[in-house]
């Protein structure tokens, strides 16, 4: 099994910036994608971002595209999501989740962590 635990969600100013933290732990072995999701009050469950485990490949939803920007650290066991120009339109739950392989399904992805709560005030 995978663990999944996010951090460094908070409250921010329009145009501001916030970095999360996605640390895993357990079985991580058969995890090649690791994804960023979120959810905002009355809406689904959304993708934001993708990173390939040993290829480093990111992928993006276009409406965090040149905003914002995953990476990881091998090391460490650890995904991050670098938010730059944040707007209220961000303000939701963020999760991290790992999968398989390259998906912006949310089905596709197997372990979800808790989330962290981000919230953009105007």
Same mark, same amino acid.
Request: hydrophobic share 30%; aromatic share 16%.
């Given at each position: 099994q995978v663990q999944l635990?996010? $951090?460094g969600g908070g409250l921010v100013q329009a145009g501001g910036s916030l970095r999360? $933290? =996605?640390a895993a732990s357990g079985r991580t072995s058969s995890s090649y994608v690791m994804g960023w999701f979120r959810q905002a009050p009355g809406k689904e469950r959304e993708f934001v971002a993708g990173i390939s485990w040993p290829y480093r490949g990111t992928f993006y939803a276009d409406s965090v595209k040149g905003r914002f920007t995953i990476s990881r650290d091998n090391a460490e066991n650890t995904v991050y999501l670098q938010m730059n120009s944040l707007n209220p339109e961000?303000?939701?739950?963020?999760? =991290?989740a790992a999968a398989a392989s390259p998906s912006r399904s949310r089905g596709s992805y197997d372990f979800w962590g808790q989330g962290t709560q981000v919230t953009v005030s105007s």
């Open positions: 635990v996010e $951090s999360l $933290s =996605c961000d303000t939701a739950v963020y999760y =991290c």
